[in-house]
């Protein structure tokens, strides 16, 4: 093999492995507010990247409630499962020597709601924090580098399976209505201590904006109408939706009469 053709390949391995570094999947983001929400904690398990020197970075200020500033902080978002959940930082080489990363866990966007946060700077080594987490709830991981370093890192993680959204009951509601009946009520019990982030609703196909679990209809109308609701974890908006169970529907009959035998009868609204 030519010298020209051993500096080729040399070129192209060091490109190679720098591209492998920047995918850093799932990707973080420098936002909080933007962070995609993964389904669970678990799915940084055996995450490795490289914290980068981005200064655009918005994190909390103070970054911990006992101090630290941010500098090149880099966010992901989970659902967590509730219970004990544990998350290990390994820190590798860094940029800046004597400095390393800062590491937290907000149950917010708004720096209120602290779970665990270190201000101090992680060298090399390994770091764990431990937490009892709420079902169904959406929490907040960052790592920052002290001065703007940029260091190696991976992330090791331990919790429970995904929490079942919990749809056992029936979905109840009147299914023969007068038309021009307003503001009637569907609804449906959850299991106890079910997860059950919100519930969606439609009125044939049409998605309602109620999202607990029971829901005020009008049926202005004459026809079959279909009633569902399915219940979800996770953030559909972002779109991550990590369980859901159901739907669950009813039919609707929506009359101006109703026939009894050969006679026909106006169907009133009473008030």
Known sequence: MSKLKIIILFISLIIRTNLVIAQCTPASSSNCKDAYILCSVDDLNGYACNLSKNSDSKGCFPLCPSGGIPNNTAWWA????????????????????????????????????????????????????CANLVDCKAYYLFVDGCNGNSCNFSITTKSRLTGDPGLPMPLVGPTILCRGQKNIKYSIEPVRNACHAYYQWT????????????????FPDEGDFIVCVTGIVGNPQSGSICNQLGPKCLTVKVRSKFKIGKKSYPCRIIK
């Open 203 to 218: 009125l044939d196909g049409t998605e309602q904006i109620e999202q607990k679990n029971e829901v005020l209809l009008d």
């Open 78 to 129: 989970f659902v967590s499962n509730g219970g004990e959940v544990c998350i290990t930082i390994t820190i590798g080489n860094c940029d800046l020597n004597n400095s390393g990363m800062q590491i937290g866990l907000w149950g917010d966007c708004e720096c209120k709601e602290s779970i665990f946060c270190d201000p101090q700077c992680i060298d090399k080594g390994t770091k764990t924090f």
